[in-house]
């Protein structure tokens, strides 16, 4: 399987970043190819909500930066990973400028999906979607919940599924099962 990691590691060395590394090594030993990108190191710069992606150049974003190296890797990519620990309650400011540069990847036209209307498919296959995070001091049950429906939703709209949520806390083996099912 190809696994395609973004990671938004507030700091580089920490345990949070040791942990993605291993788990990356658990994953290529599993015989996944895998490629990772530290988010936090890039130049991605925040959708303006142009629209140019849709119209004026069609599945390009307008804004020239580190996001052009993504995209063909996630269209590659039969899973793609999003990893940050909790702030607030969310992953990472910098995973969700990531995400929302995502909407060159769909038409601005709509189709029913699952009876609700959503953008069209621009490719013929997107890549699963899961996340790994770390839990914050007082992070709760109802916040977990929030956090699946978020990126079920998130992977509803790229025409993908949602694989689940692992945290760093559990073995290698557990984030694996819990959030990329491999």
Known sequence: MKILLLTATPDKAGPFAE???TLAEYMTARG???????????????????????????GRCTFTDDMEVLY???LKSDLLVFASPLVMGLPSYI???????????VH???TLVK????????????????????????TEAE?????????RRLALNLHATFRGIGFIDMTDEEVCNEACRV
């Open 19 to 21: 942990r993605m590394k």
């Open 32 to 58: 996944n190819t895998l490629e990772h990108h530290e988010l936090s190191g890039m130049d991605i710069r925040y959708c303006t909500g142009c629209f140019n992606c849709w119209w004026k150049t069609p």
């Open 72 to 74: 063909p890797g996630i």
């Open 95 to 105: 995973i969700k400028r990531c995400q929302d540069r995502l909407i060159p990847l």
């Open 108 to 110: 601005p036209y709509i």
């Open 115 to 138: 009876g609700e209307c959503h953008h069209r498919k621009r490719y013929d296959r997107y890549p699963d979607i899961s996340l790994i995070t770390q839990k914050e001091t007082d």
């Open 143 to 151: 916040d977990i919940e929030m956090l699946e429906k978020l990126y």
